[in-house]
C-alpha cells in the first residue's frame, strides 16, 4: 500500500480514528513481542512494525516511544506530497529527511509489501533452528539492506528460532540512507549495516570462514527497475566469491526468483543453486522480475503485499 493510498485511508476515516489493526506501543515492544516464540505470529503485528518502522526511520528514539495513530497519518500525509513545495506549518527539518531518504524510504511507505516480506522471512520453513543442525551462534547477511527491515526480520526469526547469540549484518552502498539504516538497526538491537559495495568481494570479508545461517537481499523484494549485472548479478557472484562453501547450510530470501528478458527472450530461475546468475550468454541482458519463490510457493510480483492490503482499506 503506497504512502498516497494509506493517507487517503487515514483521510476517509478521520486521522485521529486508528484502523482496528493499529497499537499504539512501542516499536520496540512490538519487535519484543514477535521474538517471543509463544506468541504467535500475526498480520496485524507485522503492519504494526511495518508502519512504525517507517515512522522510526525519520524520528530518532522514536522506536522506544508510544506513536499514537495521528501522528503515523501526518507522517505518511506529508511523505505523500514531501517531493512538492512545502506547506504553512510543515516541519522543515522532517520534510528535509523525507526528501534525503526518499529511495529508501518508498520500499517502508509499501506498508502491505513491507509486513509480508517480514512474514515470509520469519516463518521461512528451511530457515535454522536450534537443535535441528544449528547450535549457534546465528550469522545473518542482506546484500541489499537498504531499509534494514530484513536485518530485523532475521533477529525475529532467530529469536523464534532458539538463538541466543544473533549477528546480522547488512551492506549498503549509498551513505545517506545507509548511516541511517545503521543507526535504526543498531538502535533495535538487531545488527549492523556496513557501507560497502556489495559488487566487490572485499566487502565480505567480515563473512569469511563463518558459517551462515541467513542471506537475504531486501533490494529484490522492493525493485521496481530491471535486474542486471550492476545491481543484481554482480552483487551474489561477490558475495559467493568471498564466503564459498560457508553459504551451503544457509537459507535464502527469496527462495528464488523468477524474470523475464525481453531482451533474450526468455524468462529464468535464480537461486541459490545456480548462484541467482545467469547463463554466461545472457549476463548482459536486463531482466524483469515477475514473481518470487517465498512461503514454499510462487508468488507473482504484483501479489506481493495483497492478503495484507485490506487491513489499509
Known amino acids: 500500500m503506497q504512502a498516497r493510498n494509506f493517507t487517503s485511508a487515514a ?24 521474538c517471543d516464540p509463544g506468541q504467535p505470529v ?14 522510526a526511520y525519520v524520528y530518532d528514539g522514536a522506536q522506544d516511544e508510544r506513536v499514537e495513530y495521528g501522528e503515523v497519518a501526518d507522517l505518511y500525509a506529508r511523505f505523500s506530497r514531501h ?3 512545502n506547506e504553512p506549518g510543515d516541519d522543515i527539518e522532517v520534510m528535509n529527511r523525507l526528501r534525503q531518504w526518499s529511495p529508501v524510504l518508498r520500499v517502508l511507505a509499501d506498508v502491505a509489501r513491507a509486513a509480508h516480506v517480514m512474514r515470509a522471512v520469519i516463518g521461512q520453513r528451511d530457515a535454522p ?5 544449528h547450535q549457534g551462534p546465528y550469522v545473518g547477511a542482506d546484500i541489499g539492506a537498504g531499509t534494514g527491515i530484513m536485518i530485523l526480520a532475521q533477529q525475529i526469526q532467530a529469536r523464534r528460532n532458539g538463538f541466543d ?11 545517506v540512507s545507509g548511516e541511517r539504516t545503521h543507526d535504526l538497526v543498531r538502535a533495535l538491537g538487531a545488527g549492523s549495516v556496513m557501507l560497502a559495495d556489495p559488487t566487490r568481494e572485499g566487502a565480505y570479508n567480515l563473512l ?22 550492476v545491481n543484481f548479478f554482480d552483487k551474489y557472484k561477490a558475495f559467493f566469491g568471498a564466503v564459498g562453501r560457508s553459504a551451503d547450510q544457509a537459507a535464502f530470501f527469496p527462495e528464488g526468483l523468477i524474470a523475464h528478458s525481453g531482451q533474450a527472450g526468455i524468462s529464468l530461475i535464480f537461486a541459490k543453486e545456480n548462484g541467482f546468475q545467469a547463463p554466461p550468454e545472457y549476463m548482459e541482458c ?5 514473481g518470487l519463490i517465498i ?3 510462487v508468488l507473482p510480483m504484483h501479489k506481493l503485499g495483497a492478503g495484507f492490503a485490506r487491513y489499509l482499506t
Open 165 to 175: 547469540e544473533v549477528q546480522s549484518l547488512g551492506f549498503q552502498a549509498d551513505p
Open 129 to 133: 533452528r536450534v537443535g535441528v543442525g
Open 295 to 297: 512461503e514454499g510457493r
Open 286 to 290: 536486463e531482466f524483469i522480475a515477475q
Open 42 to 55: 500475526t498480520d496485524e503485528g507485522l503492519l504494526n512494525v511495518a508502519v512504525k518502522y517507517f515512522f
Open 208 to 229: 569469511r570462514g563463518r558459517p551462515l545461517s541467513y542471506v537475504a537481499n531486501e533490494m529484490v523484494a522492493g525493485m521496481q527497475q530491471t535486474l542486471c549485472a
Open 83 to 85: 517531493h512538492s513545495l
Open 11 to 34: 483521510e476517509l476515516a478521520g486521522h485521529g480514528i486508528a484502523p482496528d489493526f493499529y497499537g499504539a506501543e512501542s516499536l520496540a515492544r512490538d519487535i519484543e513481542r514477535l
